[in-house]
């Protein structure tokens, strides 16, 4: 398991519409991080999973962001909640990122991971949320219960820009980033061996 390289935690969008109301969340709290720089990790390069094309060699796209993950310290799933429970792109990239298990620990080991998301309906992603946990405990991820962040009715939560216009939100949000890099600065990862 790594010691951090940098202070940076990753945001992902678990995401790919243009218009995604989590990649608006994403970038919200980007923009509210003073403690730690943020920054956006994209899985859009990330191909379905496939055991043959992983025999071939890793794809670039994966390899990379496992790099970034592994030197991080923390790392934020904005996530949408899909038939209530996780996206099947976020969930493929997370996959993909466990290839092959024994970079697991190196990669995920103790990492400081938070998980917030937003969705036009009126659940907020509560169900979503929980349903990563189990797989954060499988791989040994430091999950942070500091604080929540339930969006529910995005459409009136962003404007055209999607910049957060909803002041509850807000200051839910600026809180929710705030605690969060507390932990994440605050938390040392073992050395690699």
């Not at 957060?164 to 807000?170: F, G, H, M, T, W």
Request: charged content about 20%; overall charge positive.
């Amino acid at each position: 398991m790594p010691t951090p390289t940098n202070d940076i935690i990753l945001v992902i969008s678990g995401s790919l519409r243009r218009g995604s109301y989590n990649t608006m969340l994403a970038r919200a709290a980007i923009s509210l991080a003073s403690k730690c720089p943020m920054e956006l990790a994209s899985i859009r390069e990330i191909p379905l999973y496939d055991g043959d094309v992983e025999a071939q060699g890793m794809p670039p796209a994966v390899t990379a962001l496992k790099e970034r993950i592994a030197g991080a310290r923390g790392l934020v799933l904005v996530t949408p909640e899909y038939n209530n429970s996780v996206p099947g792109v976020l969930k493929n990239a997370v996959d993909w990122l466990t290839r092959p298990g024994s970079d697991i620990g190196r990669v995920f080991g103790e990492l400081p991971v938070g998980i917030i998301g937003a969705t036009p309906g009126p659940g907020g992603t509560r169900l979503g949320q929980t349903a990563w946990l189990p797989v954060l405990r499988q791989l040994g991820c430091q999950p942070f219960f500091g604080k929540i962040l339930h969006v529910a009715n995005a459409g009136a939560v962003f404007d055209a820009d999607g910049k957060v216009i909803d002041e509850k939100i807000a200051k839910l949000l600026g809180a929710y980033v705030d605690a969060f890099t507390t932990v994440a600065l605050a938390t040392s990862r073992p050395a690699s061996k």
